[in-house]
Nanobody
Framework: VQLVESGGGLVQARGSLKLACVATTSAFSINTMAWYRQAPSRQRELVAKIASSGSPNYADAVKGRFTVSRDNAKNTVYLQMNSLKPEDTAVYYC???????????????WGQGTLVTVSS
């Protein structure tokens, strides 16, 4: 499984950005797709995740501002980020969990990360 993220960049506070992550898979059934972030000197934290059914979950810090969605036909997960704050500055990582069809083993994969910088 390979994950490629895009959409990061520099934005002013109260602005918006949309991240995308495309998963390239072979004989792998994707279950949960998620976004994590890691700010300098902080641990990586969950931002939002979305099940294969489309049911989303959000960290309290982003509820009402961020929206996670997915296009199963394109193996793509999105993160629409609105009303951005300087404290949202971090490297954002895509995470995909699923099952290898040959082994029925569950695995998770990470993207390389995309930097989001919010200026005040």
């Amino acid at each position: 499984v390979q994950l490629v993220e895009s959409g990061g960049g520099l934005v002013q506070a109260r602005g918006s950005l949309k991240l995308a992550c495309v998963a390239t898979t072979s004989a792998f059934s994707i279950n949960t797709m998620a976004w994590y972030r890691q700010a300098p000197s902080r641990q990586r934290e969950l931002v939002a995740k979305i099940a294969s059914s489309g049911s989303p979950n959000y960290a309290d810090a982003v509820k009402g501002r961020f929206t996670v969605s997915r296009d199963n036909a394109k193996n793509t997960v999105y993160l629409q980020m609105n009303s951005l704050k300087p404290e949202d500055t971090a490297v954002y990582y895509c995470n995909v969990g699923g099952v290898a069809l040959a082994t029925a083993r569950y695995s998770e994969y990470w993207g390389q990360g995309t930097l989001v910088t919010v200026s005040s």
